[in-house]
């Protein structure tokens, strides 16, 4: 980024990985979350809590409001 000017979420590129203490930044923005189960999880930030990542993810023709503790996401990728 320019001197002066913070990186913005649209110059980051697909694939980046988001550190947990950045995650709020990005809320609105389309994501990929592994989690420890196995499952990666699609969809866009709704909220970053302490403790919690709410997603608004997108299921078989749908969306569902996902929850997922710190404890169990591996990883936050932007999409």
Do not use: C
């Amino acid at each position: 980024s320019e001197a002066g000017h913070g990186a913005q979420p649209s110059a980051m590129r697909s694939g980046y990985r988001v550190a947990w203490k950045d995650l709020s930044r990005f809320i609105g923005v389309p994501v990929k979350v592994s989690t420890d189960a196995g499952r990666t999880h699609r969809g866009r930030i709704e909220s970053v809590g302490a403790g919690e990542i709410r997603l608004r993810a997108e299921l078989h023709g749908g969306y569902a409001d996902l929850s997922l503790r710190r404890d169990q996401v591996i990883n936050t990728e932007l999409e």
